[in-house]
C-alpha cells in the first residue's frame, strides 16, 4: 500500500531496521528470550545504527528524523522480536522524547547526547508497587534540602524497564504530597550515585530479554539541577511522555501481530490435512482475512497518530486522542491475532521449535504497559464526552 506521506528517506530507515532485524536479532532471539538475558551487544548496535535517538537532532546526539520513521524502524524491530523494540521504544519515546521536549540545554548535552546515541540506556520509572494506573497517588518523596541544592529522594518504584542496565532514569516523584498531581516532579538520576539501588530483575512471561526490575532510592541526593521541568509539572511530563510512548507500544504491537499473521500464511500455505492445504479451509480463511484487516486497520491508526505528534511539534496541540486510539487497537489486534496464529499452528503453535508462542506471550504486555487498555479506553471516553 502506498501512503504518499512515506519518504524515500523513510524507506530507508525502514530498510535498515529490516536488514539490521534479519541479520543480528532473528538469530538470537530465541536464546536471549530463553535464557532472559539482556542483548546488550545487539542493543549498542541499534545505538551505533542510530536506532535509539530517531527523532533527536543531530547537535543532540540521534539521526534528525520524524516520528515516522521512528514507527516504521520500531515496526521491523518488533517483528522480529520484540523484546529489542521495548528497549529502543523506551530509550526513544520515553527518554529522548522527555529529554528534547523539557530539557535544559544543559541537561540535553550531558543525558540526552550519550542516551540518544546508544552510549547510555535510558529508562523512565513512574509506576510504583501501590500505584499503577491511578499514577498520581506515588509515595516515593523528594525534599528539597535547605540550602536549596539538593533533593534528598527516597522510595520505591517498580516495573522500571531497562532499569537493570540503565545509565539514566527519568524519575517520577512527590515534592509536595498534599498538592498529589500537582505535587509531582521529574527528576533526571544518574544511576551510579550513592543512594539508588535495583532490586531483582523481573522473571517475565514474554519481552524476556527486555530487563526490568524494581529500583529504590536511600536518601538519593540529586542536585537542583538534575530535576526535569519546573516543580509540581511532573505528572504532566509523565502524560506528554506516555502520548508519545503509546505510538511506540502501538508499533511494537502492530510489529508483532505481522509477524504471527505472516508465519500464519505460509503454514496455510503448506500445511495439508484432509488431503488439502489447510488455507483452503474457509474456518482458516476466515482467521486469515481478519487478521489482515486488523493488522492493516492497526497501521492506518498509527501512521494518524504519527502524523498527529508531528504536527503537535508545529502546534502545541495534544494527540493524547490519537495515540490511545491507535495503542488501545494495535495492542488488542496484537494479542488476537497471535493467538489465531497459535491456533492455526496447532501444536506447532505451542511449540517452542517456531516463534509462534513468543510473539504470543510478547503481546499481552502491550496491553499492558504505557497505560492498559481500560486506561486507554478512558482516555478516548473522556475525550469524546468531556466527562471526567
Ligand atoms: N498530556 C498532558 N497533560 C495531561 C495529559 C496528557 N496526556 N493527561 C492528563 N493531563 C493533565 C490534565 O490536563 C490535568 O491537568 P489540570 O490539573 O491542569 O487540569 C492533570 O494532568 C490531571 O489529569 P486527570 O485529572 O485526567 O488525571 P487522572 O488522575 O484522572 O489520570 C489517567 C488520568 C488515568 C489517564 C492517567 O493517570 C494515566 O494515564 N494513567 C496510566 C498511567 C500509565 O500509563 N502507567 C504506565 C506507566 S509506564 S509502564
Not at 11 to 33: E, G, K, L, S, W
Not at 132 to 138: I, L, W, Y
Request: a negative charge; proline letters at 3%.
Amino acid at each position: 500500500m502506498m501512503f504518499d506521506f512515506i519518504t524515500d528517506e523513510h524507506r530507508m530507515i525502514q530498510q535498515a531496521a529490516r536488514d539490521f532485524a534479519r541479520n543480528a536479532v532473528a538469530p538470537i532471539a530465541a536464546h536471549y528470550d530463553e535464557t532472559g538475558e539482556f542483548p546488550l551487544e545487539t542493543v549498542r548496535q541499534m545505538g551505533e545504527l542510530g536506532f535509539m535517538g530517531i527523532e533527536v537532532p543531530e547537535e543532540y546526539g540521534g539521526v534528525g528524523l520524524d516520528t515516522l520513521a521512528y514507527v516504521l524502524a520500531l515496526e521491523e524491530i518488533c517483528k522480529v522480536d520484540a523484546s529489542h523494540g521495548t528497549i529502543m521504544s523506551v530509550n526513544n519515546s520515553l527518554v529522548c522524547h522527555g529529554l528534547m521536549k523539557f530539557g535544559t540545554e544543559e541537561q540535553k548535552q550531558k543525558y540526552l547526547v550519550p542516551v540518544a546515541s546508544g552510549g547510555k540506556i535510558g529508562s523512565y520509572s513512574l509506576t510504583e508497587p501501590m500505584s499503577g494506573s491511578d499514577a498520581g497517588t506515588m509515595r516515593s518523596r523528594a525534599v528539597l534540602n535547605k540550602a536549596g541544592t539538593h533533593y534528598l529522594i527516597n522510595g520505591r518504584k517498580s516495573w522500571v524497564t531497562s532499569a537493570p542496565h540503565a545509565d539514566v532514569i527519568i524519575l517520577f516523584t512527590m515534592t509536595q504530597p498534599e498538592k498529589q498531581h500537582n505535587g509531582i516532579s521529574a527528576f533526571i538520576i544518574e544511576t551510579g550515585r550513592p543512594g539508588f539501588a535495583r532490586g531483582k530483575t523481573e522473571p517475565k512471561l514474554g519481552i524476556r530479554a527486555s530487563a526490568t526490575s524494581e529500583i529504590t532510592f536511600d536518601n538519593y541526593e540529586c542536585p537542583v539541577e538534575s530535576r526535569l521541568g519546573q516543580e509540581g509539572e511532573g505528572f504532566k511530563i509523565a502524560m506528554t511522555v506516555l502520548d508519545a510512548g503509546r505510538i511506540g507500544i502501538a508499533s511494537q504491537a502492530l510489529g508483532i501481530a505481522e509477524a504471527a499473521l505472516e508465519a500464519s500464511v505460509k503454514y496455510a500455505q503448506e500445511r495439508e490435512a484432509f488431503g488439502q492445504k489447510i488455507g483452503q479451509f474457509q474456518m482458516i480463511q476466515q482467521k486469515l482475512a481478519d487478521m489482515k484487516c486488523r493488522v492493516e486497520a492497526s497501521r492506518l491508526l498509527i501512521y494518524q497518530a504519527a502524523l498527529a505528534k508531528m504536527r503537535s511539534a508545529k502546534t502545541g496541540e495534544r494527540y493524547s486522542l490519537e495515540s490511545s486510539m491507535a495503542k488501545l487497537y494495535a495492542s488488542e489486534t496484537a494479542m488476537w491475532v497471535t493467538t489465531e496464529a497459535v491456533q492455526i499452528h496447532g501444536g506447532m503453535g505451542y511449540s517452542k521449535e517456531m516463534p509462534i508462542e513468543r510473539y504470543f506471550r510478547d503481546a499481552k504486555i502491550t496491553e499492558i504497559y504505557e497505560g492498559t487498555s481500560e486506561i486507554q479506553r478512558l482516555v478516548i471516553a473522556r475525550h469524546l464526552t468531556g466527562l471526567r
